[in-house]
């Protein structure tokens, strides 16, 4: 499975348990020298930036997503430690992690109802 690939089934399960996601797309850009690159568009300091923000009622989820030998960068990294102080659950997963993420993005019932 590629990163792509696992990303999306992260999303659509995401969707599926009534989260809101935000994920940026990057781009293939091509030099004038005919060699390629990927990027996602962005100002300021959007280098490093997580790959899925996601909101359900007062939880805010941000995850990084890599394959099983992916590494985050120092940008990376500094994105995710900055949403960690702010309050957001932070992860970074990948694809031995799916147990981990159904837990985590799955439906909860709600106490009240079920006791009301």
Known sequence: MTENEFQQQIIDYARMN???IFHAQTSRI???DGSVYYATAGIA??????DLIML??????VAEIKSDKGKC????????NA?????AFVYV??????????RR????VDIEKALG
Do not use: C, H, M, Y
């Open 18 to 20: 009534g989260w809101r």
């Open 73 to 80: 960068s120092d940008e990376q990294t500094e994105w995710l």
């Open 45 to 50: 300091d959007s280098k490093g930036f997580p």
């Open 93 to 102: 997963w990948r694809p031995r992690n799916w147990p981990e993420i159904e």
């Open 105 to 108: 993005l799955g439906r909860r």
């Open 56 to 61: 359900r009622g007062r939880d805010v989820v």
């Open 30 to 32: 091509q030099r004038k």
């Open 83 to 87: 949403w960690e102080l702010a309050g």
